[in-house]
Protein backbone atom coordinates (compact mmCIF):
# COMPACT_ATOMS: atom_id res chain seq x y z
CA UNK A 1 0.00 0.00 0.00
CA UNK A 2 1.36 3.07 -0.86
CA UNK A 3 1.88 5.93 1.90
CA UNK A 4 4.05 9.14 2.46
CA UNK A 5 7.01 8.22 3.94
CA UNK A 6 9.54 10.59 5.71
CA UNK A 7 12.84 11.75 3.78
CA UNK A 8 15.48 9.90 4.87
CA UNK A 9 17.62 12.88 5.43
CA UNK A 10 15.15 14.14 7.94
CA UNK A 11 13.11 12.35 10.28
CA UNK A 12 10.50 15.19 10.45
CA UNK A 13 10.17 15.46 6.57
CA UNK A 14 6.45 15.46 6.17
CA UNK A 15 5.29 15.60 9.93
CA UNK A 16 2.50 18.49 9.75
CA UNK A 17 3.45 19.52 13.63
CA UNK A 18 6.94 20.27 12.74
CA UNK A 19 6.80 21.52 8.87
CA UNK A 20 6.97 24.82 9.91
CA UNK A 21 10.11 24.27 11.84
CA UNK A 22 13.69 26.35 10.44
CA UNK A 23 16.24 23.28 9.73
CA UNK A 24 18.40 24.11 12.49
CA UNK A 25 15.42 23.54 15.43
CA UNK A 26 14.34 20.37 13.42
CA UNK A 27 17.56 19.26 13.68
CA UNK A 28 17.55 19.72 17.50
CA UNK A 29 14.11 17.93 17.66
CA UNK A 30 15.53 14.92 16.41
CA UNK A 31 18.38 15.15 18.56
CA UNK A 32 16.39 15.49 21.53
CA UNK A 33 14.29 12.04 20.33
CA UNK A 34 15.16 8.89 21.49
CA UNK A 35 15.01 5.87 17.94
CA UNK A 36 12.47 3.40 19.01
CA UNK A 37 11.84 -0.14 17.33
CA UNK A 38 8.69 -1.84 17.85
CA UNK A 39 8.01 -5.77 16.56
CA UNK A 40 4.77 -6.82 14.96
CA UNK A 41 2.32 -7.36 18.20
CA UNK A 42 4.48 -5.55 20.42
CA UNK A 43 2.34 -2.98 22.60
CA UNK A 44 4.08 0.50 22.55
CA UNK A 45 1.97 1.91 25.51
CA UNK A 46 -1.73 0.58 27.26
CA UNK A 47 -4.51 2.89 28.27
CA UNK A 48 -3.35 4.53 31.80
CA UNK A 49 0.11 4.36 31.27
CA UNK A 50 2.27 7.82 32.01
CA UNK A 51 1.39 10.00 28.38
CA UNK A 52 4.84 11.05 29.18
CA UNK A 53 6.28 10.93 25.42
CA UNK A 54 4.83 11.75 21.74
CA UNK A 55 5.72 9.18 19.28
CA UNK A 56 6.91 10.20 15.36
CA UNK A 57 5.98 7.37 13.23
CA UNK A 58 8.93 6.66 10.61
CA UNK A 59 8.08 3.28 9.15
CA UNK A 60 5.45 0.78 9.68
CA UNK A 61 2.25 1.02 11.16
CA UNK A 62 0.44 1.22 15.06
CA UNK A 63 -2.97 0.45 15.67
CA UNK A 64 -4.52 3.04 18.58
CA UNK A 65 -7.20 0.86 20.59
CA UNK A 66 -9.54 0.80 23.44
CA UNK A 67 -10.64 -1.88 25.26
CA UNK A 68 -13.80 -2.49 27.19
CA UNK A 69 -13.97 -4.33 30.54
CA UNK A 70 -15.35 -7.84 28.87
CA UNK A 71 -12.02 -7.39 27.11
CA UNK A 72 -12.88 -6.52 23.49
CA UNK A 73 -11.34 -3.99 21.56
CA UNK A 74 -12.35 -0.99 19.02
CA UNK A 75 -9.88 0.16 16.99
CA UNK A 76 -9.77 3.82 17.03
CA UNK A 77 -7.24 4.46 14.11
CA UNK A 78 -3.89 3.15 12.40
CA UNK A 79 -1.29 5.58 12.21
CA UNK A 80 1.03 5.54 9.74
CA UNK A 81 4.27 7.83 8.99
CA UNK A 82 4.94 10.49 8.92
CA UNK A 83 1.75 10.65 11.53
CA UNK A 84 2.37 10.87 14.64
CA UNK A 85 0.68 9.69 18.38
CA UNK A 86 0.23 10.32 22.02
CA UNK A 87 -0.56 14.41 20.94
CA UNK A 88 -3.30 14.48 23.56
CA UNK A 89 -1.08 13.45 26.79
CA UNK A 90 1.17 15.72 26.04
CA UNK A 91 -1.43 18.79 26.11
CA UNK A 92 -2.45 17.68 29.20
CA UNK A 93 -0.05 15.67 30.51
CA UNK A 94 -2.43 12.92 31.68
CA UNK A 95 -2.30 8.87 31.65
CA UNK A 96 -2.96 7.10 27.89
CA UNK A 97 -6.27 7.86 27.07
CA UNK A 98 -5.90 4.67 24.63
CA UNK A 99 -3.50 1.47 23.85
CA UNK A 100 -1.19 1.52 21.05
CA UNK A 101 -0.15 -1.84 19.38
CA UNK A 102 2.62 -2.29 16.28
CA UNK A 103 0.72 -3.95 13.64
CA UNK A 104 3.59 -4.28 11.25
CA UNK A 105 7.30 -4.04 12.83
CA UNK A 106 7.54 -0.73 13.08
CA UNK A 107 10.72 2.53 13.53
CA UNK A 108 9.80 5.85 15.38
CA UNK A 109 11.08 8.60 17.40
CA UNK A 110 10.27 9.38 21.12
CA UNK A 111 9.91 12.87 21.99
CA UNK A 112 9.84 13.41 25.55
CA UNK A 113 7.11 15.41 26.98
CA UNK A 114 10.21 17.57 28.40
CA UNK A 115 11.45 17.74 25.16
CA UNK A 116 8.91 18.82 23.65
CA UNK A 117 7.22 21.52 25.88
CA UNK A 118 10.81 23.39 25.76
CA UNK A 119 10.27 23.15 22.19
CA UNK A 120 6.69 24.95 22.50
CA UNK A 121 8.20 27.76 24.34
CA UNK A 122 10.52 28.88 21.84
CA UNK A 123 8.17 27.86 19.14
CA UNK A 124 5.05 28.44 19.56
CA UNK A 125 3.44 27.92 16.27
CA UNK A 126 3.54 24.34 16.94
CA UNK A 127 0.77 24.90 19.58
CA UNK A 128 -1.32 25.63 16.59
CA UNK A 129 0.09 22.28 14.73
CA UNK A 130 -1.19 19.89 18.29
CA UNK A 131 -4.10 21.72 18.06
CA UNK A 132 -4.83 21.06 14.50
CA UNK A 133 -4.02 17.39 15.31
CA UNK A 134 -6.02 16.82 17.79
CA UNK A 135 -9.01 18.62 16.41
CA UNK A 136 -8.46 15.72 13.38
CA UNK A 137 -8.40 13.25 15.92
CA UNK A 138 -11.93 14.51 17.81
CA UNK A 139 -12.88 14.86 14.11
CA UNK A 140 -12.37 11.09 13.33
CA UNK A 141 -13.72 9.91 16.35
CA UNK A 142 -17.25 11.88 16.04
CA UNK A 143 -17.51 10.24 12.17
CA UNK A 144 -16.86 6.89 14.00
CA UNK A 145 -19.79 7.19 16.05
CA UNK A 146 -21.77 8.70 13.64
CA UNK A 147 -21.27 5.49 10.94
CA UNK A 148 -22.35 3.47 14.43
CA UNK A 149 -25.25 5.29 13.96
CA UNK A 150 -26.12 5.86 10.52
CA UNK A 151 -24.07 2.82 8.49
CA UNK A 152 -24.61 -0.92 8.46
CA UNK A 153 -21.71 -3.24 9.40
CA UNK A 154 -20.95 -4.34 5.47
CA UNK A 155 -20.97 -0.37 5.00
CA UNK A 156 -18.68 0.54 8.09
CA UNK A 157 -16.40 -2.01 6.65
CA UNK A 158 -16.51 -1.13 3.08
CA UNK A 159 -15.52 2.99 4.96
CA UNK A 160 -12.66 1.13 6.65
CA UNK A 161 -11.02 -0.73 3.22
CA UNK A 162 -11.25 3.12 1.86
CA UNK A 163 -9.33 4.81 4.71
CA UNK A 164 -6.93 1.96 4.74
CA UNK A 165 -6.16 2.23 0.92
CA UNK A 166 -5.11 5.83 1.79
CA UNK A 167 -4.77 7.91 -1.06
CA UNK A 168 -3.38 5.24 -3.57
CA UNK A 169 -4.31 5.48 -7.11
CA UNK A 170 -3.07 1.59 -7.83
CA UNK A 171 -5.48 -0.79 -9.44
CA UNK A 172 -4.56 -3.12 -6.70
CA UNK A 173 -3.79 -1.95 -3.12
CA UNK A 174 -2.65 -4.12 -0.44
CA UNK A 175 -3.94 -3.71 3.34
CA UNK A 176 -1.40 -5.76 5.87
CA UNK A 177 -4.45 -6.21 7.99
CA UNK A 178 -5.94 -9.46 9.00
CA UNK A 179 -9.86 -10.18 9.46
CA UNK A 180 -9.89 -9.56 13.40
CA UNK A 181 -7.94 -6.42 13.16
CA UNK A 182 -10.53 -5.36 10.21
CA UNK A 183 -13.62 -6.15 12.71
CA UNK A 184 -12.05 -4.21 15.53
CA UNK A 185 -11.79 -1.05 13.49
CA UNK A 186 -15.32 -1.67 11.96
CA UNK A 187 -16.54 -2.52 15.19
CA UNK A 188 -18.36 -5.99 14.11
CA UNK A 189 -18.25 -9.59 15.01
CA UNK A 190 -15.12 -11.03 13.02
CA UNK A 191 -17.82 -13.45 11.51
CA UNK A 192 -20.39 -10.44 10.50
CA UNK A 193 -17.20 -9.00 9.05
CA UNK A 194 -16.07 -12.06 7.36
CA UNK A 195 -19.29 -12.37 5.55
CA UNK A 196 -19.16 -8.57 4.51
CA UNK A 197 -15.78 -9.43 2.99
CA UNK A 198 -16.79 -12.40 1.20
CA UNK A 199 -19.59 -10.86 -0.02
CA UNK A 200 -17.05 -7.85 -1.68
CA UNK A 201 -15.18 -10.38 -2.68
CA UNK A 202 -18.11 -11.98 -4.51
CA UNK A 203 -18.33 -8.95 -6.45
CA UNK A 204 -15.03 -8.35 -7.73
CA UNK A 205 -14.08 -5.38 -5.41
CA UNK A 206 -11.04 -7.34 -3.07
CA UNK A 207 -9.89 -10.51 -2.61
CA UNK A 208 -7.99 -12.06 0.47
CA UNK A 209 -4.86 -13.65 0.17
CA UNK A 210 -3.74 -15.14 4.27
CA UNK A 211 -3.68 -12.15 6.18
CA UNK A 212 -4.14 -9.45 3.49
CA UNK A 213 -6.39 -8.17 1.72
CA UNK A 214 -6.33 -6.68 -2.09
CA UNK A 215 -8.65 -3.95 -2.73
CA UNK A 216 -9.18 -4.20 -6.46
CA UNK A 217 -12.36 -1.66 -6.46
CA UNK A 218 -12.45 1.16 -4.10
CA UNK A 219 -14.98 3.28 -5.69
CA UNK A 220 -16.92 0.44 -5.78
CA UNK A 221 -16.15 0.42 -1.35
CA UNK A 222 -16.70 4.26 -1.33
CA UNK A 223 -20.14 3.97 -2.78
CA UNK A 224 -20.85 1.12 -0.74
CA UNK A 225 -20.30 2.93 2.47
CA UNK A 226 -21.53 6.31 0.98
CA UNK A 227 -18.58 8.25 0.52
CA UNK A 228 -18.91 11.50 -1.84
CA UNK A 229 -16.39 10.49 -4.97
Known amino acids: MDHRMPDPG ?24 VPRHYRKGQILFVEHDPGDSLIIMKRGAVAVFRTAPTGERAVLTVVRPPDVLGEVSLLDASTRSASAEAIEDSQALSLSRVAFMELVHSNPRILDAVMRSVGGLIRRLTEQNADHVFLDLPGRVAKTLVRLSGESQAP ?55 MQG
Open 10 to 33: DALTGVDMFAGLEPEVRQRVIAAA
Open 172 to 226: MITIELNQSQLAEMAGGSRQSVNQAIGSFASRGWLRTEGRRIVVTDVQALRRRAG
